[in-house]
């Protein structure tokens, strides 16, 4: 059975949304072809139809997980104060448990540098949020401020999701906020 170009086109977005989904929650190396079409009802065999690697998988979901970030970032920094809004934000509970969900920098891109494999996509993504942190930005030295504005959400994001206590994954985001907010201000 032959199924049209739009049927196609679905299923192949269809397989870059989950996997995104997947690879930031559970990492790229963790996440087999095989588990992961079965939860699509898709056969492992139909992925080749789709891709030719599972690295141009990862690289179509990270760029779908960055054009998601790329969405809720411009409603970010729309509001009036958007710094804070971004800082509030990347250090919420929601996103540190909801990595699925959120920023693909702390779990993806850092999983393919620790690979060897750095991403375009990467570069992409991270210049788009220090290109948004510079904007706000006030003085002097406004491109290396929004780098360490950036790292330290980064830092304090996959710290708080690595700590077996909750107590102190919470502490970690609320001072880093707290910090980065009072710097800025």
Not at 2 to 12: G, I, L, P
Not at 94 to 120: V, Y
């Amino acid at each position: 059975m032959r199924y049209s170009q739009d049927h196609k086109a679905q299923t192949h977005q269809r397989i870059i949304k989950e996997a995104s989904a997947r690879f930031r929650r559970d990492g790229i190396g963790a996440t087999g072809l095989q588990p992961l079409m079965k939860a699509l009802g898709l056969t492992h065999g139909g992925f080749y139809s789709h891709f030719k690697s599972k690295d141009e998988l990862v690289e179509k979901a990270l760029q779908a997980a960055g054009d998601e970030a790329d969405v809720v970032c411009a409603e970010l920094f729309a509001q009036d104060r958007p710094l804070d809004a971004f800082i509030d934000a990347y250090l919420s509970q929601r996103h540190q448990t909801c990595p699925e969900e959120g920023c693909p920098l702390p779990t993806m891109s850092s999983e393919l540098g620790m690979r060897g494999q750095p991403s375009p996509t990467s570069d992409a993504v991270l210049n788009a949020r220090l290109r948004q942190i510079q904007n706000t930005l006030e003085g002097d030295d406004t491109e290396k401020r929004s780098i360490v504005i950036m790292s330290t959400l980064v830092g304090a994001l996959l710290l708080s999701r690595c700590v077996e206590n909750p107590e102190l994954a919470r502490q970690i985001l609320d001072v880093t906020r707290a910090s980065l907010k009072q710097s800025q201000g």
